[in-house]
């Protein structure tokens, strides 16, 4: 990702709020989000998720969770390549009806990824969750609300912002719900974006393996 503080300050804003309240406020009116995060910040979370969770997903009837949805750019990608069975959810109301306006969900709604979330235990096949771990959003303690309602055997794929993950517990975290034998993992790199000037993302692809 490109030096936002160069760039709109809607962007810069983004990854410095103090908290969700300030977050919903700016995505309220932000109705050129797509454009400015992929055509002036270089964004690409919801590319490098979607094409790790389908180097391994192959069932086009399996249940995907796509967990901080915003505007439907994850949904986008999953219904051209016809997994249908896609569910978003997001905190900001207004992302919610920018997302809704492209029918490529089953349903929408409502959800604040740091609380517990409201489906069944072993809810979904897969989640996917991009852009959505960084500074100011969702930490790495969400994880185990969504290993919950992963059924066993599934997948999460998420990215997390090189500041976030140095800022917050995620190693801990995760080598933790790897010697509970929560999960297991199956893909984990970093991608430097181009002109990002030092902006990475780490991207992880795991297989939920629950204690029944």
Same mark, same amino acid.
């Given at each position: ?16 709020? #103090? ?6 406020? =700016?995505? !309220? *009116?932000?109705? &050129?989000?797509? %454009? ?55 905190? #900001? ?6 997302? =809704?306006? !492209? *029918?490529?969900? &089953?349903?929408? %709604? ?103």
């Amino acid at each position: 990702m490109k030096n936002t503080k160069n760039m709109i300050p809607t962007i810069f804003k983004t990854l410095h709020v #103090s908290n969700q309240d300030e977050l919903g406020e =700016l995505y !309220k *009116n932000w109705d &050129e989000y797509e %454009s400015d995060v992929i055509q002036l910040a270089g964004y690409v979370g919801h590319l490098i998720t979607t094409e790790a969770l389908l180097r391994h997903l192959k069932d086009k009837e399996a249940k995907i969770l796509d967990a901080g949805c915003g505007t439907g750019l994850v949904g986008d990608i999953l219904y051209s390549k016809e997994y249908k069975n896609i569910v978003g959810v997001d905190f #900001s109301k207004e992302m919610l009806n920018r997302a =809704l306006k !492209k *029918n490529v969900y &089953e349903s929408l %709604s409502l959800c604040d990824l740091t609380q517990k979330i409201e489906f069944e235990d072993n809810s979904f096949d897969a989640i996917v969750c991009a852009g959505t771990f960084t500074c100011g959003h969702v930490g790495p303690e969400a994880l185990n609300e969504m290993i919950r309602i992963t059924k066993n055997d599934g997948y999460i794929s998420f990215t997390v912002r090189k500041q976030e993950w140095e800022a917050s517990p995620y190693e801990k975290i995760i080598k933790e719900l790897e010697r509970s034998k929560l999960w297991q993992q199956v893909e984990r790199y970093t991608v430097k974006v181009q002109h990002s000037r030092g902006r990475n993302l780490s991207i992880m692809l795991v297989s939920s393996n629950q204690i029944k």
